[in-house]
């Protein structure tokens, strides 16, 4: 299996971009009012992203022969939850930081808040998809050259 490719998280990330861009015309005009971003969904994201990232720690470890060992399903199941991790956390972000780019110019309070709690939304999805190929890094097994 070949490590996760950049590219692919890059497209996810401009698709989640555009996507982001279009969420505030969109909610303005079905429900009447722009989507409320809070602290909640960058704390929630920070909290994801720790998780991965201390999951991603304690893999290295136990490859390392630090600790438990780490058995063979634990190692798949690692890897697709940091490939997961990565590739969804691609998308939260461009969606993120679509919004908070929407939002920029508009000399409102209201606006500020919702620039400021994206932005930082935007921020820890980036540190989830971070944490998510450290993830996967970390579950890489390498292949000696003399077994053939």
Same mark, same amino acid.
């Not at 199941?77 to 697709?80: D, F, I, K, M, V």
């Not at 932005?119 to 989830?128: F, R, S, T």
């Not at 190929?133 to 890094?137: A, I, K, M, N, S």
């Given at each position: 299996m070949t490590p %996760?490719?950049?590219?692919?998280l890059a497209v996810l *990330? !401009? @698709?989640g /971009? @555009?996507? *982001?861009? /279009?969420?505030?015309?969109?909610?303005? !005009? #079905?429900a009447g009012q722009a989507w409320l971003v809070s602290w909640t969904q960058p704390a929630v994201l920070l909290f994801v992203a720790l998780a991965v990232g201390a999951t991603a720690r304690a893999t290295q470890q136990q490859r390392r022969g630090k600790g438990a060992s780490l058995e063979a399903h634990q190692g798949v199941? =690692? %890897?697709?939850l940091g490939r997961a991790t990565a590739y969804v956390g691609a998308l939260v972000a461009g969606v993120y930081g679509g919004y908070a780019v929407a939002w920029l110019g508009i000399p409102s309070d209201y606006a500020h808040r919702r620039l400021l709690w994206s *932005? #930082? +939304?935007? %921020? !820890? +999805? +980036? *540190?989830?998809v971070g944490c998510g190929? /450290?993830?996967? =890094?970390a579950c890489r097994i390498v292949e000696d050259d003399d077994e053939d």
């Open positions: %996760l490719p950049t590219a692919q *990330g !401009a @698709v /971009l @555009v996507l *982001g861009w /279009l969420v505030k015309p969109i909610s303005v !005009a #079905l199941n =690692r %890897l697709a *932005g #930082l +939304a935007a %921020l !820890a +999805a +980036a *540190g989830v190929v /450290l993830l996967e =890094r």
